[in-house]
T-cell receptor, first 111, second 117 residues
Framework: AQRVTQPEKLLSVFKGAPVELKCNYS??????LFWYVQYSRQRLQLLLR??SRESIKGFTADLNKGETSFHLKKPFAQEEDSAMYYCALSGGGGSQGNLIFGKGTKLSVKP | GAVVSQHPSRVICKSGTSVKIECRSLDFQATTMFWYRQFPKQSLMLMATSNEGSKATYEQGVEKDKFLINHASLTLSTLTVTSAHPEDSSFYIC?????????????FGSGTRLTVV
């Protein structure tokens, strides 16, 4: 079964501390993995996708197929990073399939 | 970048009436659009996949006669909540995808807050 698991509902860190938001997935084929961010009262925005291997706003995420994980990391958290973060999966290999979302992790960065 | 426009952002309607929500891709063609529902403090739940020129594919447990989806063009999909009831009150979000492997991936609308009184 296709599934995305974000084990932490809430993650609270101090400004300047490293942050890691965990994401594990279950998928039988070759999925496409995404991280989306939703700031307060704003729409979902794409943060990262694993195929582009970019670093956005200091965040990185590496797809680990052995551990079926796609954890989101940032070495030094900022207050403006406080938001809801959703890990999502889509069937790869030419699929136009829908996104399957994790339950989300609320990141709170304290001053 | 890709933009998806969703209207209205907020609507209050009386029980028993119908409400139409529009989702437009502004600068790209979207052969596939997705409709989600988000309950407070919960994740997005896929309701249906809308394909241009064909019938929508509904997820299990979603009433197709209640949530009518029309994807008449490559840039417009509509969701009509028919005979709305208070339990239909929720946050509805649409999403569109450009071509597979395209630069934009999935782009989301700003959502519609529906309140049925």
């Amino acid at each position: 079964a296709q599934r995305v698991t974000q084990p932490e509902k809430l993650l609270s860190v101090f400004k300047g501390a490293p942050v890691e938001l965990k994401c594990n997935y279950s998928y039988s084929g070759s999925p496409e993995l995404f991280w989306y961010v939703q700031y307060s009262r704003q729409r979902l925005q794409l943060l990262l996708r694993h195929i582009s291997r970019e670093s956005i706003k200091g965040f990185t995420a590496d797809l680990n197929k052995g551990e079926t994980s796609f954890h989101l990391k940032k070495p030094f958290a900022q207050e403006e990073d406080s938001a809801m973060y959703y890990c999502a999966l889509s069937g790869g290999g030419g699929s136009q399939g829908n996104l399957i979302f994790g339950k989300g992790t609320k990141l709170s960065v304290k001053p | 970048g890709a933009v998806v426009s969703q209207h209205p952002s907020r609507v209050i309607c009386k029980s028993g009436t119908s409400v139409k929500i529009e989702c437009r891709s502004l600068d790209f063609q979207a052969t596939t659009m997705f409709w989600y529902r988000q309950f407070p403090k919960q994740s997005l739940m896929l309701m249906a996949t809308s394909n241009e020129g064909s019938k929508a594919t509904y997820e299990q447990g979603v009433e197709k006669d209640k949530f009518l989806i029309n994807h008449a063009s490559l840039t417009l999909s509509t969701l009509t909540v028919t005979s709305a009831h208070p339990e239909d009150s929720s946050f509805y979000i649409c999403s569109a995808r450009d071509r597979v492997g395209g630069p934009y991936g999935y782009t989301f609308g700003s959502g519609t807050r529906l309140t049925v009184v």
